[in-house]
């Protein structure tokens, strides 16, 4: 079993470096590390810029730009990861953008003097205007965006691990079971369905919810400066989910 020391250090080397990388590296590797990470989280940013009053067109050009900067300006030389979370420090810098660094660039023609990192913008505000009115600031509308964006890359990397075991029709029938209140459908009608017994499908179900822990604790802990943070991070990720 390995030392707390030996978790904590194997923790800030896997779930920052990424981050780190990004603001320190000025060749390929770092604008690969900062487009990941963009797609990782433009949507939240690109509503953000919308709820504080700006166009579907100016909104696209204001996050791709700001993440441009982000590389650029090296501005994730700050997100020491020791204070703070990543999500706060990139909320920070995107409100800092919009109030300063946009009025400098105002005058380029859209498309242009910045290299695009590759997100689909197409459908952003699509999703944008399907969901719901809030009456909340844009500032916790932004937490709850974020807490949905890390539910669901949880939910597709584990949809893609069970795909890759030859288990996607089991995933697809328990996923359910993942929501708070479990499933909907009868155990006895699941196991119908999968040609199990229902005592298979429970322990199945039960390893489902596990590994969704497990992937959602590893998601978090990306983007937060210690290990002990990681919980104190869930507990705000379920309270921005009003959950």
């Known amino acids: 079993?390995?030392?707390?020391?030996?978790?904590?250090?194997?923790?800030?080397?896997?779930?920052?470096?990424?981050?780190?990388?990004?603001?320190?590296?000025?060749?390929?590797?770092?604008a690969e590390a900062l487009a990941s990470?963009?797609?990782?989280?433009?949507?939240?940013?690109?509503?953000?810029?919308?709820?504080?009053?700006?166009?579907?067109?100016d909104a696209?050009?204001?996050t791709q730009a700001f993440f441009e900067r982000l590389l650029e300006k090296h501005w994730l030389r700050e997100a020491d990861p020791t204070r703070g979370r990543f999500?706060?420090?990139?909320?920070?810098?995107?409100?800092?953008?919009l109030a300063n660094a946009w009025d400098k660039s105002r005058a380029l023609k859209r498309g242009g003097g910045f290299q695009h990192v590759p997100f689909d913008t197409g459908s952003a505000e699509t999703q944008f205007q399907q969901e719901p009115k809030s009456w909340v600031t844009p500032e916790t509308e932004f937490n709850r965006?974020?807490?949905?964006?890390?539910?669901?890359?949880?939910l597709q990397r584990l949809a893609e691990d069970y795909?890759?075991?030859?288990?996607?029709?089991?995933?697809?029938?328990l996923k359910e079971t993942l929501e708070g209140g479990g499933s909907e459908t009868p155990s006895a009608q699941l196991a119908r369905q999968l040609d199990l017994s229902e005592g298979a499908v429970r322990v199945?179900?039960?390893?489902?919810?596990?590994?969704?822990?497990?992937?959602?604790?590893?998601?978090?802990?990306?983007?937060?400066?210690?290990?002990?943070?990681?919980?104190?991070?869930?507990?705000?990720?379920?309270?921005?989910?009003?959950?």
């Open 1 to 30: 079993m390995k030392s707390r020391s030996g978790d904590q250090e194997a923790f800030v080397t896997t779930q920052w470096s990424r981050v780190l990388e990004a603001g320190h590296q000025r060749g390929s590797e770092g």
């Open 145 to 154: 965006r974020w807490a949905l964006a890390v539910l669901d890359r949880v």
């Open 87 to 97: 999500r706060t420090f990139l909320l920070t810098a995107l409100n800092h953008f």
């Open 204 to 243: 199945a179900a039960h390893r489902l919810r596990l590994r969704y822990r497990e992937l959602l604790r590893l998601e978090i802990s990306r983007t937060v400066g210690t290990a002990e943070d990681v919980e104190a991070e869930l507990r705000e990720l379920f309270a921005a989910l009003g959950g």
């Open 163 to 173: 795909a890759a075991a030859g288990k996607g029709r089991l995933f697809e029938h």
């Open 60 to 62: 696209q050009d204001l």
């Open 37 to 57: 990470l963009c797609q990782d989280y433009w949507y939240p940013l690109f509503a953000h810029v919308r709820r504080r009053g700006h166009g579907p067109e």
